[in-house]
C-alpha cells in the first residue's frame, strides 16, 4: 500500500474515532443535563448535534466499507 494511501486511512481513522468520541461525550452531557433539569432547549440543542454526529459516523463506515468492497 502506497504511503500517500496509509496517510489518508490515518487521517479518516483519527478522524472517526474523534467523532466518537465526541457522540459519546454529547451522550453523557445529555444525560447530565437531563438530571439537573436543564432548558428543554438546550437539551434539543445537544441531541440534534449527537445526531449529526451519528449521520457522519454512518457516512463514514459507508464509505469505508464500498471502499474495501471495490
Known sequence: MA???IALIDIVED????LVETH???DKEIKNMY?????EEDIK???V???HLK????LIKDRLTNLIKK
Open 24 to 26: 459519546r461525550n454529547l
Open 3 to 5: 504511503y500517500e494511501t
Open 49 to 51: 448535534k449527537k445526531l
Open 15 to 18: 478522524n472517526y474515532n474523534q
Open 55 to 58: 449521520d457522519e459516523i454512518a
Open 45 to 47: 440543542l445537544q441531541k
Open 35 to 39: 438530571n439537573i433539569h436543564s432548558n
